[in-house]
């Protein structure tokens, strides 16, 4: 495994906002060897069927 050469912070509202909106992006990011940590600020547990 390559070592980290940078640290990524990944922040979105609910949780699945990362895999909608930058999975990609992340999984280019872990591949480069960086440290990527994940902040939900939501526990997605209310919201409509919209």
Do not use: N
Not at 10 to 24: Q, R, T
Not at 31 to 49: F, H, L, N, P, R
């Amino acid at each position: 495994m390559p070592t980290a050469s940078y640290r990524a912070l990944v922040v979105a509202a609910h949780p699945d906002d990362i895999e909608f909106g930058c999975a990609g992006t992340v999984a280019k990011w872990v591949k480069e060897g960086a440290e990527v940590s994940y902040c939900i600020t939501s526990d997605g547990s209310t919201g409509t069927q919209d």
